[in-house]
């Protein structure tokens, strides 16, 4: 399953091809607008997609594996799914930390100060997945569909404050005040949340290597939309 729009609808129709190319006969759900029921990106960034995987859900799946549109598939996928099932989710990080990443609201509504968050892994929002038969995941994916109906996913992808070689990195992301604490360069919405709730549900960030990796790896991100999923025996 992948949620492209615009520029990222190609990106969308060279993962299917990788998906294809590697095998995968599984659940495959693709959209190029935005999922039933979602927020816009300007009114909740990347809150579609909690909609893509409660969609999901809805139709009967339950392993379900998010690729951001720009993802592809060097290797068969069965070995994330299979960790999935076996630790009821898979959340990983490239070593960012969430007090870097996290607006004061974030932080505050999951009763984290920003130096305990520099201390916490930020997971990679590109890829993740949940079992939705375990009652943590679902516990994660409940908190963070309202996280995101309170508000917390608004914010500048950049802090004013952030040093000038980390926005030379992400030229066009939005900028403006995120906190007045200079440690923190941006606010990540869905990433930023995501971590902290795992923090406060005991659910492991992994490091990404091995897992997912910008070279040879079961999924190899380009650039930033979608998710694949495992459908229930029989369906």
Same mark, same amino acid.
């Given at each position: ?35 039933? $029921? %979602? ?19 809805? +139709? $009967? ?13 060097? +290797? ?11 630790? $009821? ?13 996290? !607006? ?9 100060? +920003? ?17 939705? !038969? ?24 950049? %802090? ?39 923090? +406060? ?26 998710? !694949?999923?495992?459908?229930?025996? $029989? !369906?």
């Amino acid at each position: 399953m992948n949620v492209a729009t615009g520029p990222y609808a190609p990106l969308q129709a060279r993962q299917v091809g990788s998906l294809r190319a590697t095998g995968w006969s599984g659940g495959l759900l693709t959209w190029t607008q935005l999922p039933p $029921g %979602s927020p816009t990106h300007e009114d909740a960034p990347y809150g579609f997609k909690i909609f893509a995987l409660r969609e999901a859900e809805r +139709r $009967g799946h339950t392993t379900i594996l998010w690729l951001d549109a720009p993802c592809v598939a060097t +290797r068969p996928l069965d070995p994330l799914f299979d960790r999935t099932e076996r630790e $009821g989710h898979l959340f990983v990080t490239g070593g960012e930390r969430l007090g870097h990443w996290a !607006s004061d609201e974030c932080l505050g509504a999951s009763g984290l100060t +920003r130096d305990r968050a520099m201390e916490l892994p930020l997971l990679n929002g590109t890829l993740i997945g949940l079992d939705l !038969s375990n009652g943590r995941s679902r516990e994660w994916l409940d908190l963070l569909q309202r996280s995101c109906e309170r508000g917390l996913f608004r914010g500048p992808w950049l %802090s004013d404050q952030a040093p000038a070689e980390v926005r030379a990195r992400k030229p066009g992301k939005p900028v403006g005040f995120v906190s007045v604490d200079p440690r923190c360069w941006g606010h990540r919405h869905d990433e930023a949340v995501g971590s902290a709730l795992a923090h +406060r549900l005991g659910m492991a960030i992994s490091p990404q290597a091995g897992i997912f990796d910008t070279e040879d790896a079961p999924v190899r991100s380009l650039p930033r939309g979608g998710p !694949s999923t495992r459908p229930l025996p $029989g !369906s």
